[in-house]
C-alpha cells in the first residue's frame, strides 16, 4: 500500500469585505497616520472563512476562525464597490492581547496572465474574456496555540473628486476580530 506524506498544515482564506459608505457616514474625520488610525464599531466589516474554520461570527466584524501551528492565514479585503469607487486595503494585522499566535504579516502577490474577466461587448458578460491581473493577499503562518485578540488596520480611499479616473486617501481605520489555534 502506498502512502502518501500530507502537510498538517492548512492554507485559511479569509475575505474582508467593508461597507465603506456606513465608515464614512460614522467616523467623517479619520487619522490619516498609519501608525494611529480611527478605531470603529463593527458594523461595516464583513469577514468570511471557509465554514470548516469558522468557530462563531461568520460574515462579520466579529470573526472568531480556528487554525492550528504552522496554518497559513490569507487576508483579501475589498469595499462594498469592489475597489471600484471607495477601496480598501488591509495593511497591517496588529496584536493586542491574549497569546500571540500570528507571525508577521507580508504582502503577497499572484498574477494571473489569463484571469477570467465578463466580456463588456456582451449583455450578459458570456463568453467571458482574459486579462492579466493581480491578486494580493496578507499572509502570516501562524506560530502557536491560544487565542488572540488583533487588530485589522486598513486604509480607505476615495475617487478623487479632481479626477475620476484616481483614488486618493480618505483615513486609516482598525478594529478587533480574534482568532483561536488548538
Not at 492548512?10 to 497616520?33: A, E, F, G, R
Not at 466584524?61 to 492550528?68: K, Q, Y
Amino acid at each position: 500500500m502506498e502512502t502518501t506524506d500530507k502537510s498538517s498544515s492548512q492554507d485559511i482564506n479569509i475575505l474582508v469585505v467593508i461597507d465603506t459608505d456606513y465608515v464614512k457616514d460614522h467616523y467623517p474625520n479619520p487619522s490619516k497616520d498609519p501608525n494611529n488610525p480611527t478605531g470603529i464599531d463593527h458594523n461595516s466589516q464583513h469577514m468570511i472563512v471557509s465554514n470548516a474554520n469558522a468557530i462563531s461570527g461568520q460574515g462579520t466584524a466579529d470573526l472568531n476562525f480556528s487554525a492550528r501551528a504552522g496554518d497559513n492565514v490569507s487576508f483579501r479585503s475589498t469595499s462594498i464597490y469592489q475597489n471600484s469607487d471607495d477601496a480598501v486595503m488591509i495593511y497591517n494585522i496588529k496584536y493586542w492581547s491574549g497569546d500571540q499566535v500570528f507571525n508577521n504579516f507580508i504582502y503577497n502577490a499572484v498574477t494571473r496572465k489569463l484571469a477570467m474577466v465578463p466580456n463588456y461587448d456582451s449583455r450578459n458578460g458570456l463568453p467571458a474574456n482574459t486579462s492579466n491581473i493581480t491578486f494580493s493577499s496578507f499572509d502570516s503562518k501562524v506560530r502557536s496555540t491560544g487565542t488572540e485578540n488583533f487588530y485589522v488596520q486598513f486604509a480607505l480611499y476615495i475617487i478623487d473628486p479632481n479626477n475620476s479616473d484616481s483614488q486618493i486617501l480618505y483615513g486609516y481605520y482598525y478594529w478587533d476580530p480574534t482568532i483561536t489555534v488548538k
